[in-house]
Nanobody, 126 residues
C-alpha cells in the first residue's frame, strides 16, 4: 500500500521556523512527485511546494518562495518542508501528497496528486 505520514507540526511564534516531514512507504520517491499543500479554516487547499521524482526538481508558490524549502532524503524515503519566517497567515493543516507525474518541475495543483497523508497542524501565534 502507498502511504504517507506527516509529522512535525506544532505551535510556533511569528518569525520562527518549523520543519515538517512526510514519510513515504510502498513506493520509491524516484517514481513519484511529492507536493506540500495547506488548508486554513474556511479556505481551499493551497499548493506550496513540490519535488519531482525523476530528477528532484522543485517548484514553489510565490506566496512562500524564499521562505519554504522542500527537500528529500531518498535513503529514508522522507520528504521535508522547511518553513522559515512564519507568520499567522501560515496557520493551517499541512498535507503531503504523492502523484505519478511526468512533469518536471512538478505542478502545484491538488488534482495532480492521488495519495494524501492525514495532515499535520501548524499554528503560528503568540
Amino acid at each position: 500500500q502507498l502511504q504517507l505520514v506527516e509529522s512535525g507540526g506544532g505551535l510556533v511564534q511569528p518569525g520562527g521556523s518549523l520543519r515538517v516531514s512526510c514519510v513515504a512507504s510502498g513506493f520509491t520517491l524516484d517514481d513519484y512527485a511529492i507536493g506540500w499543500f495547506r488548508q486554513a479554516p474556511g479556505k481551499g487547499r493551497e499548493g506550496l511546494s513540490c519535488i519531482s521524482g525523476s530528477d528532484g526538481g522543485t517548484n514553489s508558490a510565490h506566496s512562500v518562495e524564499g521562505r519554504f524549502t522542500v527537500s528529500r532524503d531518498n535513503a529514508k524515503n522522507t520528504v521535508f518542508l522547511q518553513m522559515n519566517s512564519l507568520n499567522p497567515e501560515d496557520t493551517g493543516v499541512y498535507y503531503c501528497a504523492a502523484g505519478a507525474l511526468l512533469f518536471s518541475p512538478c505542478v502545484l495543483v491538488d488534482n495532480a496528486y492521488e495519495d494524501w497523508g492525514q495532515g499535520t497542524q501548524v499554528t503560528v501565534s503568540t
